[in-house]
């Protein structure tokens, strides 16, 4: 890389991008877990809460011997402060390496993440409330799933099947969006998709959020959020909730709701920040989707760079490297 490209690159704000459900797998970040010692304590510390509170060890439920990355990791009660915490600490042990975000981006219950690295939110309360989320859901909600789908977001309108049974929870790209729908209509949606030579994958989630299929959750939830108070930010939070920046003093009561409500314009947050001059996505959900997606974002001009730290290949270690040595241009 050339000194101009170095300089012009080092002036783009760095993006810290964090996802939500359907990212998660076991044994992720198990590398850092056992090198990184930031990461760890603060695995430990998170581990420690939920032990206290709901009589289980989520390290042992990620790391376990018998846990094998190809594993469903699909019950919504490990894996929702799974992902929230194996996000946070990330963010932590990069943040330890030098690098600080100019901005926070973060995907549906990846915004929680955001809110919480921000300071939007204490990290007890924000992880707590998490891990206290899957109940509601199983108390109110029918069974149902998500779908990631590989085509144009209008196809979801053009095919009856789609139309009559599944909402669109979330655009990613123009060619790039996530259906929910209940249980029973999720396997005549997958064949119509094949049928149509569509490339789709079935996200392990067991209901369909961003949806009106997890309404009857809505009460609780609202009562469950109704404590809680948010703090100026450090940094600025972007939210796919609402497509864009979040104001702190204007939120909705309810805005912890519609996070997992609401659907998601990651497309929207994307775009806006490219037509900004664009920025360092720096990707720390599991799998590395938010770089891809960012890449499907921008135009072939585009000066941006997609830094994802974790991937289920491991070499999360010399990426971590590699951020700190970003950190110092």
């Known amino acids: 890389m050339s000194a101009g490209m170095t300089d012009a690159n080092s002036r783009r704000p760095v993006v810290f991008c964090f996802a939500g459900q359907g990212a998660q797998y076991f044994r992720m970040a198990a590398d850092l877990y056992e090198q990184e010692p930031v990461f760890r304590d603060w695995m430990r510390i998170g581990d420690a809460l939920l032990r206290e509170r709901f009589g289980y060890s989520l390290i042992t439920e990620i ?68 891990a206290d989320q899957p109940a509601r859901f199983e108390a109110s909600c029918p069974p149902g799933g998500m779908i990631a789908v590989l085509a144009p977001p209008a196809l979801q309108q053009e095919t009856p099947v789609l139309a009559q049974n599944s909402e669109i929870a979330g655009i990613s790209s123009d060619g790039h969006f996530v259906l929910s729908a209940p249980a029973a209509a999720l396997a005549p949606i997958e064949a119509e998709l094949r049928a149509r030579a569509v490339a789709f994958q079935r ?70 920040l490219e037509e900004t001059g664009g920025a360092r996505y720096v990707d720390l959900s599991p799998s590395g989707t938010l770089a891809a997606l960012a890449r499907q974002n921008m135009a072939a001009t585009s000066a941006s760079q997609t830094l994802p730290l974790l991937s289920p290949f491991g070499g999360n270690m010399k990426r971590l490297a590699g951020l700190a040595e970003i950190a110092q241009l």
């Open 203 to 272: 996200l392990p989630v067991g209901f369909a959020f961003h949806s009106h299929w997890i309404d009857p959750a809505a009460e609780s939830c609202r009562a469950a959020s109704a404590g809680l108070r948010f703090d100026p930010p450090f940094w600025p939070c972007w939210s796919s909730c609402l497509g864009g920046p979040l104001d702190p003093a204007a939120l909705p009561p309810d805005f912890l709701w519609r996070i997992v409500r609401a659907p998601m314009d990651l497309s929207g947050c994307f775009t806006a």
């Open 63 to 130: 790391y376990g011997p018998d846990r094998r990355i190809g594993d469903p990791f699909d019950r919504l009660a490990v894996s929702h402060p799974a992902l929230f915490l194996v996000q946070y600490a990330a963010a932590r042990a990069v943040m330890q390496r030098g690098l600080r975000p100019d901005l926070l981006l973060g995907v549906s219950l990846g915004e929680f993440v955001a809110m919480c690295v921000a300071g939007m939110l204490p990290f007890e309360e924000a992880l707590l409330h998490v």
